[in-house]
C-alpha cells in the first residue's frame, strides 16, 4: 500500500528556510493531490496547503506569503518550503496524500509519520 | 473562512459506553467535503469518516459518522480501549482545508 515518509532537518534557525521532503512509496505521485498539515506541540492541527500532480498548488492564505510547494515525479517525492520561520513555525510536519476531486473529498489517507522540526537559534 | 467548533472539548467516558462528538461549521458546507480523524499520542492523524458518513477503509463499524449543513456527528457506538484518543474534525471550503480544535476521549 502507498505509504508516505517526511524527511529534512530538524533544527532550523530564525529567519532562515524551513525545507521538507515527503517520499510517496508503493504507489504513484500521479492523479491525487498532496498534501502538508502541520501541528505544534500539544495543539491542534493547521492545514498548510497542497500541491497536484501537474504541479498546481492551494496554500492557505495564511502562510501563503511563505509557503511553496513543487513535486519531483521522476523521484516520486514532493516538497514544502517555508520561509522567514519564526519559533511559532515549530510544529511536528506531516505530509498526507489529499483525495481530492471534483465534486468532493475521500479525505486525507495515508498521512506520514510526521517530523518535528524546531525553529531555534 | 469556515470556521469548525468541536464539542465536547474532553469526553469522558467508561469503555462499552457510547461517544457523541460533535462538530459545528460558522456556515453551511456540502458534506462531501466533511471529515473525520482520530489521533492518539505520538502518532499521525488517522482517517476515519470521510464525505461526512462515510468508513474509510479498515475502519470497524462502530464508528459512524452523521450530519449536513453545519453540524455534524461522530458516534462511537462501544468505546473500545484503543478508541481513547483526539478526534479532528476537517471540512474543505473556498479552496481552503479547516480542521476543529479537537475532541479528547478519556477513560473516566
Do not use: H
Not at chain 1, 498548510?48 to 516520486?76: E, F, H, Q
Not at chain 2, 461526512?52 to 470497524?60: C, D, H, V, Y
Amino acid at each position: 500500500q502507498v505509504q508516505l515518509q517526511e524527511s529534512g532537518p530538524g533544527l532550523v534557525k530564525p529567519s532562515e528556510i524551513l525545507s521538507l521532503t515527503c517520499t510517496v512509496s508503493g504507489g504513484s505521485i500521479s492523479s491525487y493531490y498532496w498534501t502538508w498539515v502541520r501541528q505544534p506541540p500539544g495543539k491542534g492541527l493547521e492545514w498548510l496547503g497542497y500541491i497536484y500532480d501537474n504541479g498546481g498548488t492551494n496554500y492557505n492564505p495564511s502562510l501563503k506569503s511563505r509557503v511553496t510547494m513543487s513535486l519531483d515525479t521522476s523521484k516520486n517525492q514532493f516538497s514544502l518550503k517555508l520561509n522567514s520561520v519564526t519559533a511559532a513555525d515549530t510544529a511536528f510536519y506531516y505530509c498526507a496524500r489529499d483525495r481530492l476531486y471534483g465534486s468532493g473529498s475521500f479525505g486525507f489517507d495515508p498521512w506520514g509519520q510526521g517530523t518535528l522540526v524546531t525553529v531555534s537559534s | 473562512e469556515i470556521v469548525l467548533t468541536q464539542s465536547p472539548g474532553t469526553l469522558s467516558l467508561s469503555p462499552g459506553e457510547r461517544a457523541t462528538l460533535s462538530c459545528r461549521a460558522s456556515q453551511s458546507f456540502s458534506g462531501s467535503y466533511f471529515a473525520w480523524y482520530q489521533q492518539k499520542p505520538g502518532q499521525a492523524p488517522r482517517l476515519l469518516i470521510y464525505g461526512a458518513s462515510s468508513r474509510a477503509t479498515g475502519i470497524p463499524d462502530r464508528f459512524s459518522g452523521s450530519g449536513s449543513g453545519t453540524d455534524f456527528t461522530l458516534t462511537i457506538s462501544r468505546l473500545e480501549p484503543e478508541d481513547f484518543a483526539v478526534y479532528y474534525c476537517q471540512q474543505y471550503g473556498s479552496s481552503k482545508y479547516t480542521f476543529g480544535q479537537g475532541t479528547k476521549v478519556e477513560i473516566k
